[in-house]
T-cell receptor, first 113, second 116 residues
Framework: AQTVTQSQPEMSVQEAETVTLSCTYD???????LFWYKQPPSRQMILVIR??????QNATENRFSVNFQKAAKSFSLKISDSQLGDTAMYFC??????????FGKGITLSVRP | GAGVSQTPSNKVTEKGKYVELRCDPI?????LYWYRQSLGQGPEFLIY????????DSGLPNDRFFAVRPEGSVSTLKIQRTERGDSAVYLC??????????????FGEGSRLTVL
């Protein structure tokens, strides 16, 4: 079983600035994956970035990068050069051998012009 | 199709009525998931299909909820005797089997169910 905790309900950032979204998790799996999904008002969940737990190197996708601290079970998302289109809800999620994604409660990110 | 398609986009019903929500996954995706997202919460797992069979239905809240996928493609989530607490967005996602454990799920836009 997995649990995912996102303790910040909302954050705001100025356009072009950098913002970090926090996430902690707990799992009994030895091999698991961690994700950040974006959900705009259209409701469609879009995969932002993925991290394989057995890889020490932090994943990066263009302006998005993660800080994966396995011992601390922490998985934060950094968004650089924030854009207005980044305004959305962001969900941290975890999956293991059971093939089910477990999501956190999400955080509402607002990018100010 | 190009993406996961869900119908209806919005459904308003009265307490006690029967509801069906449809999901058309990406062609060739053998894995299909249903999630429920209540207001202000993250999606919660309901059921997972591998082909035609329900591989894991441990997330279904009670026996009023049932889902089928008779031909291994389109799936229907069925809710009997709806209650106000069933009001939520129901999300469907699909995946290629080979990427199952890597979590590369493709989501639809969801069906918003409102029970009055």
């Amino acid at each position: 079983a997995q649990t995912v905790t996102q303790s910040q309900p909302e954050m705001s950032v100025q356009e072009a600035e950098t913002v970090t979204l926090s996430c902690t998790y707990d799992t009994s799996e030895n091999n698991y994956y961690l994700f950040w999904y974006k959900q705009p008002p259209s409701r469609q969940m879009i995969l932002v970035i993925r991290q394989e737990a057995y890889k020490q190197q932090n994943a990066t996708e263009n302006r998005f990068s993660v800080n994966f601290q396995k011992a601390a079970k922490s998985f934060s998302l950094k968004i650089s050069d924030s854009q207005l289109g980044d305004t959305a809800m962001y969900f941290c999620a975890c999956t293991g051998a059971n093939s089910k994604l477990t999501f956190g409660k999400g955080i509402t990110l607002s990018v100010r012009p | 199709g190009a993406g996961v398609s869900q119908t209806p986009s919005n459904k308003v019903t009265e307490k006690g009525k029967y509801v069906e929500l449809r999901c058309d996954p990406i062609s060739g995706h053998t894995a299909l998931y249903w999630y429920r997202q209540s207001l202000g919460q993250g999606p919660e797992f309901l059921i997972y299909f591998q082909g035609t069979g329900a591989a894991d239905d441990s997330g279904l809240p009670n026996d009023r909820f049932f889902a089928v996928r008779p031909e291994g493609s389109v799936s229907t989530l069925k809710i009997q005797r709806t209650e106000r607490g069933d009001s939520a967005v129901y999300l469907c996602a699909s995946s290629l089997t080979r990427t199952l454990n890597t979590g590369e799920l493709f989501f639809g836009e969801g069906s918003r169910l409102t029970v009055l």
